[in-house]
């Protein structure tokens, strides 16, 4: 059964589809190794990464989290430290701690290939695993994919593989599938949705804001305090997130491009001139410093670069687009006079609802749609979580996450270096206010609009679907290539 809170997991940085659904995977292949008996027996692992994973696997830190994964470590509690020196770590005898309990070999330029010129027909992020004894004999084979928002599926050993430029021959893509079976509310749920006119109808028919209505189907087979519990870990993580990257003494961010961290200047920065700026004439910038504005970009800017630096954060939808979200809700929980608890959780059930409806109907993948999917996506779903906090009707809830996605349609995905930086971290802070401007012109209005959340969503999965392959987290066009002194 499928949970809108999956759309908000706590896991580790830069990246969803590149970081978290590779040690997922990774992961995943080892337990069922380890149930299967076959650890034991297994003397060498040997890792390839497709398409888009190999393109910019080095960057996203693809390799480093497949390991950790074939470890037994899971994105929620990875070390890490730990990730981020595991490379150098296996390299010092040529060996990995296979499901963490055997050490096998494990030399890096022979077992973790990165295969740039195939992808896999399903989707752009593939990876098999392949498991040897010592007499070279394969003892386990399995394909996985990362889907996006660090979801992934398993594949089959003889998928089919095409060149990394060529288009899937038609209904071999997981897109040209039907997803209502990964994404079913299940049988108990008493208000099951699949479109954002179906909620919008389904609110008004049993007199529910959007936030009831899944707090309804989220209680249907579990405690509500379970629900909240889970809410209030999302919120904890998403707080120690901002003050972590408020508080962060590290110039720079790892990667080669030593981007520097702006974050904890422009914290010492605003803070230290909160109660003096508007009396403060003199000074031209001052009345840039003392806009709520300022403070957003902040959250967004604290919670990206700690993303970007491998840190604790939590994919909302994805890792890329993390600091959006917790932006806007720290927004909320700042500047609004009657911010509650409550609110927090009113915010992020609605979020997840839209959400929800862009991972069922379109993709949360960069490698799949663009930059569209993620941060276009996580500023749909942070409009939609402010409109309902502040008192927006169902119809108005809509509005301003329609807003939110129509003008990030077409936006690419072309990380420089293959790394979760340039754009990606300013990208945040823009989207983030975007959102909070969507929510100011749906609320002046009464709901009513001509383009509808779900005609949005749509064009943004044909517009992912024509988009080139190079504007897709390939890092081989836009920025990526055109700031050639990176």
């Known amino acids: 059964m499928f949970s809108v809170l999956d759309m908000f997991s706590i896991g580790v940085g830069p990246s969803s589809s590149h970081t978290v659904g590779p040690m997922s995977a990774a992961h995943a292949f080892v337990a069922s190794m380890r149930d299967d008996g076959l650890v034991e027996r297994t003397d060498r692992v040997k890792v390839t990464l497709y398409g888009s994973l190999a393109l910019t696997g080095l960057g996203h830190g693809t390799d480093r989290a497949v390991m950790a994964g074939l470890e037994g470590n899971v994105p929620a509690t990875v070390d890490t430290q730990h990730m981020l020196r595991i490379r150098e770590t296996c390299a010092l005898d040529d060996t990995l701690n296979l499901a963490g309990v055997k050490r096998i070999g494990f030399h890096y330029d022979k077992d973790m290939v990165f295969e740039q010129w195939k992808r896999m027909a399903a989707h752009p992020n593939g990876m098999r695993f392949q498991a040897f004894d010592a007499a070279g004999s394969l003892v386990d084979e399995q394909v996985w994919y990362s889907i996006g928002g660090g979801f992934i599926r398993q594949g089959k050993p003889d998928d089919l593989m095409i060149g990394i430029h060529e288009r899937p021959p038609e209904g071999t893509a997981f897109a040209d599938e039907d997803e209502s079976a990964s994404t079913d509310f299940g049988p108990d749920a008493p208000y099951p949705f699949s479109s954002c006119a179906e909620l919008v109808s389904l609110c008004r028919e049993h007199h529910l804001s959007i936030a009831e209505l899944v707090w309804a189907n989220e209680t249907a087979t579990r405690s509500g305090v379970q629900v909240r519990t889970a809410i209030d870990n999302v919120w904890r993580v998403m707080r120690e997130c901002v003050d972590h990257g408020c508080s962060s003494t590290e110039p720079v961010l790892p990667g080669g491009l030593d981007v520097p961290r702006r974050a904890p200047k422009m914290y010492a ?176 209005g009464d709901g009513s609009h001509i383009v509808s959340l779900d005609q949005a969503i749509r064009t943004m999965k044909e517009t992912g679907e024509d988009m080139m392959a190079k504007y897709k987290e390939t890092s081989k066009g836009g920025l990526a290539v055109n700031v050639v002194e990176c």
């Open 269 to 444: 920065r605003l803070a230290s001139n909160a109660d003096v700026l508007r009396r403060d004439r003199q000074r031209r910038d001052a009345v840039l410093e003392s806009s709520d504005a300022a403070w957003v970009d902040l959250f967004a800017l604290a919670v990206s670069e700690e993303n970007a630096g491998g840190g604790r954060i939590v994919t909302a939808p994805t890792n890329g687009s993390a600091g959006i979200i917790p932006a806007v809700l720290h927004y909320y929980w700042h500047f609004v006079d009657d911010a509650n608890e409550q609110g927090v959780v009113t915010f992020l059930l609605t979020a997840g609802a839209i959400g929800y409806l862009f991972k069922r109907n379109a993709s949360i993948s960069g490698a799949e749609v663009g930059c569209q999917g993620e941060v276009g996506s996580a500023c749909s779903m942070a409009a939609a979580g402010l409109a309902a906090v502040m008192g927006g009707t169902p119809e108005q809830v809509e509005n301003a996450a329609e807003i939110g996605i129509e003008h990030n349609l077409g936006l690419t995905c072309d990380p420089v270096g293959g790394l979760v930086q340039i754009p990606c971290i300013e990208r945040n802070a823009m989207a983030a206010n975007t959102a909070i401007n969507a929510v100011r012109m749906a609320m002046l």
